[in-house]
T-cell receptor, first 114, second 113 residues
């Protein structure tokens, strides 16, 4: 059974700092890995999707990497802003399954202080 | 284009009651998936509906059921509520079945007393 762990559970940084969020998974036979953002009282917003054949994806100040062999993914946020404060979740989709079968981590709650 | 809407946003029920949650997908989207989010279990997949048919189901008891209407709107029903059913229920829509690109609604916060 796939297990997804996100450490730390919470992180507080001053504005402008670069930071890394971690996601680890136990079964490397994955189809893709996706990073989401969840704001209080709102649903999830997809940030980046990395296919199993890819090593990284970038969008603006965000960069996500994937290392299947070690079962790890990182989300790098450059020049953090207070608006980045949210909970970040990673989701791993196993091979040959529907997206709904993805396993989610519990998330890292990020607070960026002005 | 309007996003995914869920009603009601908040709900309080007592044990043993049943509840129905509603989800309206983005216009043109035919797939609706439901998820349960709790502090202890995290985000877990309940089921996916596409063209009025349940296509995939997670590991939840039969008390959890759903349906999808011809206009793609979906309802989720939980019967004989238990305290452990207290959670944020999220629905997500996508244009096709099994898509990785899902658009989530704000959720319905269900509290069971």
């Amino acid at each position: 059974k796939q297990e997804v762990t996100q450490i730390p559970a919470a992180l507080s940084v001053p504005e402008g700092e670069n930071l890394v969020l971690n996601c680890s998974f136990t079964d490397s036979a994955i189809y893709n890995l996706q990073w989401f953002r969840q704001d209080p009282g709102k649903g999830l917003t997809s940030l980046l999707l990395i296919q199993s054949s890819q090593r990284e994806q970038t969008s603006g100040r965000l960069n996500a990497s994937l290392d299947k062999s070690s079962g790890r993914s990182t989300l790098y946020i450059a020049a953090s802003q207070p608006g980045d404060s949210a909970t970040y979740l990673c989701a791993v989709r196993p091979w040959n399954t529907n997206a709904g079968k993805s396993t989610f981590g519990d998330g890292t709650t990020l607070t960026v202080k002005p | 284009k309007a996003g995914v809407t869920q009603t009601p946003r908040y709900l309080i029920k007592t044990r043993g009651q049943q509840v129905t949650l509603s989800c309206s997908p983005i216009s043109g989207h035919r797939s609706v998936s439901w998820y349960q989010q709790t502090p202890g279990q995290g985000l877990q997949f309940l089921f996916e509906y596409f063209s009025e048919t349940q296509r995939n189901k997670g590991n939840f008891p039969g008390r959890f059921s759903g349906r999808q209407f011809s206009n793609s709107r979906s309802e989720m029903n939980v019967s004989t509520l238990e305290l452990g059913d207290s959670a944020l229920y999220l629905c997500a829509s996508s244009p096709i079945q099994g898509s990785d690109t899902q658009y989530f609604g704000p959720g319905t916060r269900l509290t069971v007393l």
